[in-house]
């Protein structure tokens, strides 16, 4: 988890805080929800920042902590492609294409797809419902990969 936690960008010492401060609050500190709240701290920074990469980055990281958890990801995993389009529609690009490459048939299946900016932020459809991607042998499926590239 500290791993997961350096991902985001905290550093040891981050962790042992959070953690120290859990242990105070609540007596006891899981490591999920230490990095929980490191990831929350650190994405909020990110909005109030308009560090919209980072904060895309952040977003990704707490959804595939979410899917290895075994819990609803996909909310969070659109958060993280939402903030995306929002980096893209700052630089001022106007077509977004999905690329599909490396994630499952049912995803290779819808082929090219260029959208508008507006429309991809307001039809939002990746992650794909239906995605049977697993980016481990172990691991659940649906971990969908499409992701947005600026359409030039
Ligand atoms: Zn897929």
Redesign the pocket.
């Known amino acids: 988890m500290i791993r997961a936690a350096m991902e985001i960008g905290a550093t040891q010492a981050d962790f042992e805080q959070t953690e120290e401060e859990q242990m105070t609050r609540w007596d006891v500190a899981l490591p999920g929800d230490v990095f929980w709240e490191l990831a929350n701290d650190r994405a909020l920074e990110a909005a109030r920042e308009g560090r919209l990469q980072d904060l895309s980055m952040i977003q990704f990281r707490q959804a595939l902590f979410l899917f290895e958890e075994g819990r609803d990801h996909t909310t969070m995993l659109a958060e993280s492609n939402r903030t995306r389009l929002r980096e893209y529609e700052v630089e001022g690009v106007v077509r977004v294409a999905i690329l599909?490459n490396g994630?499952?048939e049912?995803?290779?299946s819808f082929g090219e797809t260029v959208y508008p900016i507006h429309r991809a932020l307001t039809e939002m459809p990746i992650p794909?419902q239906g995605?049977?991607?697993s980016p481990s042998r172990s691991g659940g499926t649906g971990w969908?990969?499409?992701m947005w590239a600026p359409n030039v």
């Open positions: 599909s994630c499952c049912h995803c290779g794909r995605c049977t991607y969908c990969i499409c």
